[in-house]
């Protein structure tokens, strides 16, 4: 271990741990190194979100060999932006950086970002420019990002997502935060504060896959969308209103051909269709009225955001290391 003073900012670099255990012994060195290049005190927070590999056994192993990389073991799987908060909640660094674990953040890369924040930045993104993901993971990516912004009203980067550097003010906000529907990028945008994006190289994924499938991202995009957004109640008025309209409408017209043209208005089939639309149009909206309130529900019962089942390694204090 090398010696660090307390002038020198304490980074903590925050990692949620789901099926890459293979890559943390080469993530923690690479961090490692990056860090003492800068240089600065550091503490690397490893999130384990119920890995499936026996990842903890591995975290508890780099514990021991450095007592500054710090575990903590979620008591079940809550999900990637969870971990990040659990993370978040533990980090005391002056500076905190969030990445992944599979290598495709390439750990160098928090000296360009620190460097960056050292503008005057208080978030710094890091900016995929040429993603290494196959091309079913981008295009999802993509649709995700446009869905999103359509119902937000806001414009997002695709190349751009958790891996990032906030400073502690940042941080401390976030922690603010309790919703249960969380998405780590989202929020650090809608706190404000000053911030940036810089260009990184990605790299190629070193181990297993991504869990964000399309069911995933689709329930991801849900999620976000009823968080942050009411625009999807405000179409169901507007759309509700113009079928309300439109039925007036034939109605009068109905009504005019009875009694000045005397045709008699035929056609079950017609009558028909048009009761099973307007009654699955309501199902529709009423399904989306279930969700806002299921959300709401949620909320209320104020549950944790995750559960912890053990953590190794005390919180950095000031001073040597």
């Not at 941080?171 to 998405?183: C, D, F, G, L, P």
């Not at 209320?300 to 390694?313: A, D, E, L, S």
Request: a positive charge; one cysteine or more; hydrophobic letters at 40%.
């Amino acid at each position: 271990m090398g010696i660090y003073y307390k002038n020198e900012p304490l980074i903590s670099v925050v990692v949620p741990v789901y099926g890459c255990k293979t890559c943390l012994v080469e993530l923690c060195s690479r961090i490692k190194e990056t860090i003492q290049s800068i240089p600065a005190r550091y503490e690397i927070i490893l999130v384990n979100d119920a890995s499936p590999d026996q990842a903890w056994e591995v975290i508890a192993n780099l514990h021991e060999q450095d007592n500054r990389i710090k575990g903590i073991d979620l008591a079940r799987n809550f999900g990637q932006h969870h971990a990040i908060t659990a993370g978040l909640d533990y980090a005391q660094g002056d500076w905190v950086v969030v990445m992944d674990c599979d290598l495709q953040d390439r750990p160098e890369e928090i000296k360009v970002l620190f460097e960056k924040a050292m503008e005057g930045y208080d978030v710094v993104f890091a900016q995929r420019v040429k993603r290494q993901d196959k091309s079913m993971k981008r295009l999802s990516s993509k649709l995700f990002y446009k869905i999103y912004d359509y119902f937000a009203g806001q414009e997002s980067d695709a190349s751009i997502a958790n891996y990032s550097i906030i400073s502690a003010k940042v941080a401390s906000s976030y922690r603010k935060m309790s919703e249960q529907n969380r998405y780590y990028p989202m929020f650090i945008k809608w706190l404000g504060f000053k911030q940036t994006k810089i260009p990184v190289q990605h790299d190629q994924r070193k181990e297993g896959k991504s869990s964000y499938d399309f069911k995933k991202l689709v329930s991801l995009a849900t999620d976000a969308i009823v968080s942050q957004s009411n625009k999807p109640l405000r179409i169901s008025i507007s759309f509700g209103f113009l079928m309300s309209l439109v039925s007036f409408v034939y109605a009068v017209y109905l009504f005019g051909r009875y009694f000045f043209l005397d045709e008699h208005v035929q056609g079950w089939t017609s009558v028909m269709v048009s009761i099973f639309f307007i009654g699955g149009l309501i199902f529709f909206q009423f399904g989306i009225i279930g969700l806002y309130l299921g959300k709401i529900f949620n909320e209320t019962k104020n549950r944790p955001i995750y559960t912890v089942r053990n953590v190794i390694g005390e919180k950095q204090e000031n001073g040597v290391d």
